[in-house]
């Protein structure tokens, strides 16, 4: 099984900061990652697939890079609204493991 | 518009079974591949299962695998999970996705149902 480890566990920063979330997995997984976003009670919500693609309808400070075995998630300027935890999915190979979970804190 | 809603979820005994329903509407449900994710109270996302669109083919996670069984009916648009030998390592919300179509990541969620496994 391909084992993804996602760091921070926990990131604290102010509106307007630019922010990276990097995701390394055990082996490559060429550009299959994809990033969700989610807020406390709901469902997670897809930002990002194969690495780079911004899913539609989101903010385009949002994006992603990176291949193999470590990849990254950027928001480029925080915004209120972006205050949420994050996670990244392989989907390389079953079982299409989660990160642990980047928690985006108000500093 | 895509939606997916999940129902039966609730509190079932140790060692006992479940199954989860989501009912899918606004797209072509047999096109598509589903999943099965968990959240476990204050934990991350686990994967737990999908299945193919023609449910020729299905996947566990090892945590599940000889316990839990992925099914969908493509005539009545549902997505299913029965899930027997419950512990309490099974507590968690059970999120519905569907996923992309031809590739893994998932582009919709259903809003989730608790299962809680307590005596």
């Known amino acids: 099984d391909i084992q993804v480890t996602q760091s921070p566990s926990t990131l604290s920063a102010s509106v307007g900061d630019r922010v990276t979330i990097t995701c390394r997995a055990s082996?490559?997984?060429?550009?299959?990652l994809a990033w969700y976003q989610q807020k406390p009670g709901k469902a997670p919500n897809l930002l990002i697939y194969k690495a780079s693609s911004l899913e539609g309808g989101v903010p385009s400070r949002f994006s992603g890079s990176g291949s193999g075995t470590e990849l990254t998630l950027t928001i480029s300027s925080l915004q209120p609204d972006d205050f949420a935890t994050y996670y990244c999915q392989q989907y390389n190979s079953f079982p299409y493991t989660f990160g642990q979970g980047t928690k985006l804190e108000i500093k | 518009e895509v939606q997916l809603v999940e129902s039966g979820g609730g509190l079932v005994q140790p060692g006992g079974s479940l199954r989860l329903s989501c009912a899918a509407s606004?797209?072509?449900?047999?096109?598509?591949?589903m999943s099965w994710v968990r959240q476990a109270p204050g934990k991350g996302l686990e994967w737990v299962s999908a299945i193919s669109g023609s449910a020729s083919t299905t996947y566990y996670a090892d945590s599940v695998k000889g316990r839990f069984t992925i099914s969908r009916d493509n005539s009545k648009n549902m997505l299913y999970l029965q899930m027997s030998s419950l512990g309490a390592e099974d507590t968690a919300v059970y999120y519905c996705a569907k996923r992309a179509y031809m590739y893994g990541y998932c582009d919709s969620w259903g809003q989730g149902t608790l299962v809680t496994v307590s005596s």
């Open positions: 606004g797209f072509t449900f047999s096109s598509y591949a």
């Open positions: 082996q490559s997984i060429s550009t299959w």
